[in-house]
């Protein structure tokens, strides 16, 4: 391949609605914010929870993998998201697969490690502000009141008849990420456009 070979620039799977997001965000004055985050790095990464490796990888990564159901855990740029038993997703700046995957094998040496990139699988949306709890609370039968699913809180739900994974974010005020499939971002996101109406003043 020639060295000056063009490539085609990343187009996130929201672009084409972004300033649609931001009209709604601007016109609800407070009450809902909507975004995409896209280009995530995002990492499946599977091994024994009590096993030499899950320590390790910890440590390589100084964040320790959270081991109680359906709670996230932060360190810097870095987020782990429990999936299962002996199953995570590892949230991180855009860019980073190559480099965190490289770091979770060698920390985990001879230990078994599988660690998937699954960043182009889904992208992600940031819901925040006042009534963030309450637009999702339209489409998602879990309690999503501070009491019940706050900060370092995580779940695999259903939003708007859309499978997606759940983060309230480390701080109330910092809102909810909502991890959707590409194939059904636009959908969920005509979904909130639409349910957010309710908080947007009439003019």
Same mark, same amino acid.
């Given at each position: 391949m020639a060295d000056n070979a063009l490539t085609t620039p990343l187009r996130s799977p929201l672009a084409p609605v972004a300033d649609r997001l931001a009209a709604a965000t601007r016109a609800s004055r407070g009450a809902i914010r909507l975004a995409e985050l896209p280009f995530l790095a995002q990492l499946n990464v599977r091994l024994d929870a009590k096993g &030499?490796?899950?320590?390790? /990888? !910890?440590? &390589?990564?100084?964040?320790?993998?959270?081991? #109680?159901?359906? $709670?996230?855990?932060?360190? !810097?740029?870095?987020?782990?998201?429990?999936? !299962?038993?002996?199953e995570w997703l590892l949230v991180g700046p855009p860019g980073t697969e190559r480099d965190l995957e490289s770091r979770i094998r060698e920390a985990a040496g001879e230990e078994h490690?599988? /660690? $998937?990139?699954?960043?182009? #699988?889904? $992208? $992600?949306l940031l819901v925040s !502000?006042?009534?963030a709890h309450d637009l999702l609370a339209h489409g998602c039968a879990l309690d999503l009141h501070p009491r019940s699913f706050g900060p370092g809180r995580c779940a695999q739900t259903n939003l708007g008849r859309t499978q997606v994974v759940l983060v309230a974010r480390d701080e109330p005020r910092a809102g909810f990420w909502v991890l959707v499939r590409s194939s059904f971002a636009g959908y969920l996101t005509d979904w909130l456009l639409d349910a957010a109406t309710e908080y947007v003043p009439v003019t």
């Open positions: &030499a490796a899950a320590e390790a /990888v !910890g440590l &390589a990564l100084d964040l320790p993998l959270p081991l #109680q159901p359906n $709670t996230a855990v932060r360190s !810097g740029a870095l987020t782990a998201l429990w999936l !299962g038993p002996d490690v599988s /660690v $998937t990139d699954v960043s182009a #699988q889904r $992208t $992600t !502000g006042a009534r």
